[in-house]
């Protein structure tokens, strides 16, 4: 069964650094998303994208954060200047389509900043 | 806006017991229903949906969700609970006329199933 891949699996950061988290969707799933789960608290949506732009993004996805499909099967996760309270847990997420479908998610990367 | 509760952070089942993890929503029109779990360092699995229709859905792993709409809610069932159901639970909503909104997530309920 395919699934939604992750790498790496955590990543080590200094504060001030930038970082990439990068994901491969299903290959056939046509959005993808990027969501966030601080340790112990629920998960956070933080952007969407279809047709090669951003569809949606919240509060949180600020000038620091910027998202990229560089190819046929990446879809990136760029996070300038980390701060502290970036430590979290990082899924992307595809989809076939928007409304009824359901999501398939990764298995994460952990991103510490220290 | 979106939003969706679960009001119990822990859930303790006897193994062979029924099982009931609650969720309640709240949205402006109709809704797309979701139960995900999470096992251990692991990402979010998906367990069932409701779209339209049956008030019961049935998914993955024996699992049953029912939706209620006077309710508000569509709370998470399982007749027989296993050790392995032990993980976090969550439930996420989206409003169907808002297009391709994210997913809105609950905060999760922490499930362990005792031997």
């Known amino acids: 069964e395919p699934e939604v891949t992750q790498t790496p699996s955590h990543q080590v950061t200094q504060m001030g650094q930038e970082v990439i988290l990068r994901c491969v969707p299903i290959s056939n799933h046509l959005y993808f998303y990027w969501y966030r789960q601080i340790l112990g608290q629920k998960v956070e949506f933080l952007v969407s994208f279809y047709n090669n732009e951003i569809s949606e993004k919240s509060e949180i996805f600020d000038d620091q954060f910027s998202v990229e499909r560089p190819d046929g099967s990446n879809f990136t996760l760029k996070i300038r200047s980390t701060k502290l309270e970036d430590s979290a847990m990082y899924f992307c997420?595809?989809?076939?389509?928007?409304?009824?479908?359901?999501?398939?998610f990764g298995p994460g990367t952990r991103l510490t900043v220290l | 806006a979106q939003s969706v509760a679960q009001p119990e952070d822990q859930v303790n089942v006897a193994e062979g017991n029924p099982l009931t993890v609650k969720c309640t929503y709240s949205v402006s029109g109709n809704p797309y229903l979701f139960w995900y779990v999470q096992y251990p360092n692991r990402g979010l699995q998906f367990l069932l949906k409701?779209?339209?229709?049956?008030?019961l859905v049935k998914g993955s792993y024996g699992f049953e969700a029912e939706f209620n709409k006077s309710q508000t809610s569509f709370h998470l069932k399982k007749p027989s609970a296993l050790v392995s159901d032990s993980a976090l639970y969550f439930c996420a909503v989206r409003d169907i006329n808002s297009g391709n909104t994210p997913l809105v997530f609950g905060k999760g309920t922490r499930l362990s199933v005792i031997a």
């Open positions: 997420a595809s989809s076939k389509s928007g409304g009824a479908n359901e999501q398939f």
């Open positions: 409701y779209i339209t229709g049956d008030n």
